[in-house]
């Protein structure tokens, strides 16, 4: 029996339709394949597999119905029956209608089978981190840098940035379509500002790991540090951090979590987008209803500004800032190079220079690591020659090891740099803890937010390797400035980022 359709489905955007339909199909099908069973072709495939071609292919299929009404209506002007029929009609002992009937059944089963399909690896793809970190490639290369190198870099992405629930994933959809949006007009701010608006409360995603029940005990904190002279001279300083209570039974009544204690709630209003100036900060004791304000005597506002502004609660996040995406300033990606040794402790004056030349801006990544390697040779060439000549290994490996420690934390294309994000964690490079603990919010009945540094940690040790200071476990040193012309009347009573914002000395 001849195959035969009805007259209405040979037209030329009916066919152009159903070639494109098919074609786009097997392209679906042969990319899956590839990239399923073979695991070849990265993020960008999959952009193609479930948003490019699916688009193509519901094209398409839209142009065969459009093919058959309009040649539909060209059979209809040319009939000059009264009695013909106006609307379609479908006439199974009719073999063109029925071959039509079984070719529409047989492709929209198919259709709904590949379209659940391809939702469901959809979803799946646009929840991977492979599609948040590196489909808009320039962009997202600082956070998703600094993200694989992060205590997080084992969970998704969307763990963290959207959580669970349909009504969120919904809205960062949404909000993701803006941003593609902003992407391809090229209108996006370098550095992009922090920190993000209308994320979800952060106690909705951080508290399903960090629950504040949860006891966090002091830890031990043992930093190494190297001065900025021809020795290197190395400079040890071991904390017992106060996260917790001294005692598991008293829970959240001490320490640093003591700010999300349940039985607490501290509340603040901060005059900047960054969140860095607090004027205003209340304490509520949940459990007896007691209620203390703190004002700052140098960032002073009325009333009236209070009220315009918004009352924030503290969560995790105003204080772990930067918990997957940090970026450290020079003076520590160097410690830490010279630790791990990657970077030789031998070569004279190396903390400094490798110091120096990265905190520099360049105009872009490539920029950069020429000048590292450039600056760092003639340094050694002009001041060194000696020692450059008899350990050329030494200096090489120092330059390698230098532009990749830059290129993980620092990102010339998008401005992106230590400087440009606040860490709230510490008080060295930016204010952080001191925001709030700066002896110069006091409440109407005297009291004070106090700027002690025994509040959230004690010295136990600190000092050169060859002559180290030590105390006991739970009692704590005064602090000791590296630097022989630095005493406390240099520092006591200024903030630590008062000299090292940036990268100070």
């Not at 209070?306 to 918990?323: A, G, Q, T, Y």
């Not at 002559?467 to 630097?483: A, W």
Request: hydrophobic share 35%; net charge negative; glycine share 6%.
């Amino acid at each position: 029996m001849k195959f035969t359709l009805p007259d209405s489905s040979k037209n030329w955007t009916s066919i152009i339709g159903a070639t494109i339909a098919l074609i786009t199909l097997f392209m679906i099908i042969f990319l899956f394949v590839i990239s399923t069973i073979f695991n070849q072709g990265g993020s960008y495939l999959g952009i193609v597999i479930y948003i490019i071609l699916p688009a193509f292919l519901i094209s398409g299929l839209i142009l065969i119905p459009i093919g058959m009404w309009r040649k539909r209506k060209i059979l209809d002007l040319g009939n000059i029956d009264d009695n013909s029929k106006k609307l379609p009609f479908i006439d199974l002992n009719d073999p063109k209608h029925r071959n039509a009937a079984s070719i529409f059944i047989v492709g929209t089963v198919i259709f709904l089978f590949v379209s659940a399909l391809g939702s469901y690896e959809a979803f799946h793809y646009s929840e991977s981190v492979s599609f948040c970190g590196e489909t808009c490639h320039n962009i997202m290369i600082p956070e998703f840098t600094a993200y694989q190198n992060s205590p997080h870099a084992r969970v998704k992405c969307v763990e963290c940035h959207v959580g669970e629930g349909a009504d969120w994933y919904m809205r960062s959809k949404l909000s993701g379509l803006r941003q593609v949006y902003k992407t391809i007009i090229d209108d996006v701010p370098k550095p992009i500002a922090t920190p993000i608006q209308n994320l979800r409360p952060a106690r909705d995603i951080c508290e399903k790991c960090h629950w504040p029940q949860k006891f966090y005990s002091r830890t031990i904190r043992m930093q190494r540090h190297y001065l900025r002279n021809e020795e290197n001279s190395e400079w040890d300083i071991n904390l017992e951090m106060k996260v917790g209570a001294k005692f598991s039974a008293m829970g959240l009544e001490e320490g640093i979590h003591w700010h999300i204690n349940p039985n607490v709630k501290i509340e603040f209003v901060s005059t900047d987008f960054s969140r860095q100036e607090i004027p205003w900060v209340k304490y509520t004791n949940i459990a007896t209803g007691e209620e203390t304000i703190f004002e700052s005597t140098e960032n002073s506002i009325d009333e009236s500004e209070l009220s315009k502004l918004e009352i924030r609660r503290v969560d995790c996040i105003d204080c772990h800032n930067r918990p997957s995406h940090k970026y450290n300033p020079p003076e520590l990606f160097i410690n830490t190079a010279i630790t791990a040794g990657d970077i030789s402790k031998d070569i004279p004056d190396i903390k400094s220079v490798a110091v120096e030349v990265c905190q520099e801006e360049y105009s872009s990544t490539d920029t950069a690591l020429i000048a590292i390697a450039s600056e760092i040779n003639n340094y050694y060439s002009e001041n060194y020659p000696e020692f450059l000549d008899s350990n050329r290994i030494l200096i090489d490996k120092a330059i390698t090891s230098v532009q990749n420690q830059f290129s993980k934390n620092i990102f010339p294309e998008m401005r992106v740099r230590w400087d440009k994000y606040p860490v709230n964690i510490g008080h060295i490079k930016t204010n952080g803890c001191f925001r709030c603990h700066d002896d110069n919010h006091i409440s109407e009945s005297g009291k004070v937010i106090p700027k002690d540094c025994n509040l959230c940690h004690l010295i136990n040790s600190q000092g050169n390797p060859d002559n180290l200071v030590k105390t006991s476990i739970g009692e704590g040193l005064e602090f000791i400035h590296p630097g022989e012309d630095i005493t406390k009347d240099d520092w006591g009573e200024a903030f630590c980022s008062d000299c090292h914002e940036g990268n100070g000395p």
